[in-house]
T-cell receptor, first 112, second 112 residues
Framework: EAQVTQNPRYLITVTGKKLTVTCSQNMNHEYMSWYRQDPGLGLRQIYYSMNVEVTDKGDVPEGYKVSRKEKRNFPLILESPSPNQTSLYFC???????????FGPGTRLLVL | QKEVEQDPGPLSVPEGAIVSLNCTYSNSAFQYFMWYRQYSRKGPELLMYTYSSGNKEDGRFTAQVDKSSKYISLFIRDSQPSDSATYLCAMSPTGTASKLTFGTGTRLQVTL
């Protein structure tokens, strides 16, 4: 089944404790992206990647890192999480010419 | 001012009603317009995709784009309780394998 998977789905952590949210797609998509979704603010792009080893900042990259060493994986790293990073995170992927970005199921993060 | 404005709702309608959802935008470079549907605790999924101006119909759903007014609409005919979800408009200047700018989403409730 073609899909985007994210892990973990739910995470509670404390300020300053490094964490990684994984994202994997099995559709051989070149383009992958991370979003955060907050009430009243909608979906905002954090980072995106056009292909392996090619990443770039989105609208809200502060406090996040990404890497794209393999085509299928695009992990999101929070080196020192803070409470303002409490949010719902979505990974998405697509390829040129497709009509949609395919979204993962989301990761709900709470930073205490 | 946000690049994309969308009334957050909530919008409550009786089953069978015609629903109109709208977004306005300020960036005249947007050429690709999408409507996503997001059920509670799920990732967004594409509902309608339109390139440039015009109408597109798919079953009970019609998407309209008026680039001269920078205004897009989604109409849902014969609304069903299963249509209850949050509807997000999204736009891009260069297609889906690039940055999408989302509206904040409109929450729709279709009642029996």
């Amino acid at each position: 089944e073609a899909q985007v998977t994210q892990n973990p789905r739910y995470l509670i952590t404390v300020t300053g404790k490094k964490l990684t949210v994984t994202c994997s797609q099995n559709m051989n998509h070149e383009y992958m992206s991370w979003y955060r979704q907050d009430p009243g603010l909608g979906l905002r792009q954090i980072y995106y990647s056009m292909n392996v080893e090619v990443t770039d900042k989105g609208d809200v990259p502060e406090g996040y890192k990404v890497s794209r060493k393999e085509k299928r994986n695009f992990p999101l790293i929070l080196e020192s999480p803070s409470p303002n990073q409490t949010s719902l995170y979505f990974c998405a992927s697509t390829r040129t010419g497709q009509e949609t970005q395919y979204f993962g199921p989301g990761t709900r993060l709470l930073v205490l | 001012q946000k690049e994309v404005e969308q009334d957050p709702g909530p919008l409550s309608v009786p089953e069978g009603a015609i629903v109109s959802l709208n977004c306005t935008y300020s960036n005249s470079a947007f050429q690709y317009f999408m409507w996503y549907r997001q059920y509670s605790r799920k990732g967004p999924e594409l509902l309608m995709y339109t390139y440039s101006s015009g109408n597109k119909e798919d079953g009970r759903f019609t998407a309209q784009v008026d680039k001269s007014s920078k205004y897009i609409s989604l109409f849902i005919r014969d609304s069903q309780p299963s249509d209850s979800a949050t509807y997000l408009c999204a736009m891009s200047p260069t297609g889906t394998a690039s940055k999408l700018t989302f509206g904040t989403g409109t929450r729709l409730q279709v009642t029996l």
